[in-house]
T-cell receptor
Framework: RKEVEQDPGPFNVPEGATVAFNCTYS??????FFWYRQDCRKEPKLLMS???SGNEDGRFTAQLNRASQYISLLIRDSKLSDSATYLCVVILPLYNQGGKLIFGQGTELSVKP | DTEVTQTPKHLVMGMTNKKSLKCEQH?????MYWYKQKAKKPPELMFVYSYEKLSINESVPSRFSPECPNSSLLNLHLHALQPEDSALYLC????????????????????FGPGTRLTVL
């Protein structure tokens, strides 16, 4: 089982749609969680951190369920500019080595006019 | 300055060449990272430097040699690469990194540079 698993893509949605991405992680000791966005041939950029209480930034809402080891990202009123690959990222603590980022495989989103 | 810069943007090299990739940040971050990313795949961690010391080497072949001259700079020296090493090489930094003396630690979020697209002929 992969350490971080995401919904397979691509997601093709019309403008204005609401789209949800899901991510599960296998190690219950995982700590910080993030969603990154990566445009084609560009570097990943931090979209938002994910907290147990849930957090919202404009049209984007992230949720963390530690009991189910599940992370989600909801995009409302999607725009053409939201088209990108969305990467779920988990920090796995490693005793005596600190922690390391584990990336999910990414979910490609294509928003169409 | 909230940027991580990388040079060169593109690099084409032969299998016998020696080249270096450079990364710089002026955010006062104490951890810096090298990742390798192949097309349609997520970034794969190669090395982590924390407080200018190599903290993690993800079993990377010795033809890749990292160097951290100071807290703002990170280099990746390349020698005798193979065509399968062609990829996007990403540098990242974060405010904190792994502890030096062990124990559990967590990273703050990482900020990525634009990457160097490397082609090995």
């Amino acid at each position: 089982r992969k350490e971080v698993e995401q919904d397979p893509g691509p997601f093709n949605v019309p403008e204005g749609a609401t789209v949800a991405f899901n991510c599960t992680y296998s190690n219950s000791a995982s700590q910080s969680f993030f969603w990154y966005r990566q445009d084609c041939r560009k570097e990943p950029k931090l979209l938002m951190s994910v907290y147990s209480s849930g957090n919202e930034d404009g049209r984007f809402t992230a949720q963390l369920n530690r009991a189910s080891q599940y992370i989600s990202l909801l995009i409302r009123d999607s725009k053409l500019s939201d088209s990108a690959t969305y990467l779920c990222v988990v920090i796995l603590p490693l005793y005596n080595q600190g922690g390391k980022l584990i990336f999910g495989q990414g979910t490609e989103l294509s928003v169409k006019p | 300055d909230t940027e991580v810069t990388q040079t060169p943007k593109h690099l084409v090299m032969g299998m016998t060449n020696k080249k270096s990739l450079k990364c710089e940040q002026h955010m006062g971050h104490r951890a810096m990272y090298w990742y390798k990313q192949k097309a349609k795949k997520p970034p794969e961690l190669m090395f982590v430097y924390s407080y200018e010391k190599l903290s993690i080497n993800e079993s990377v072949p010795s033809r890749f040699s990292p160097e951290c001259p100071n807290s703002s700079l990170l280099n990746l020296h390349l020698h005798a690469l193979q065509p399968e090493d062609s990829a996007l090489y990403l540098c990242a930094s974060s405010q904190e990194g792994p502890g030096l003396a062990g124990g559990l630690s967590t990273y703050n979020e990482q900020f990525f540079g634009p990457g160097t697209r490397l082609t090995v002929l």
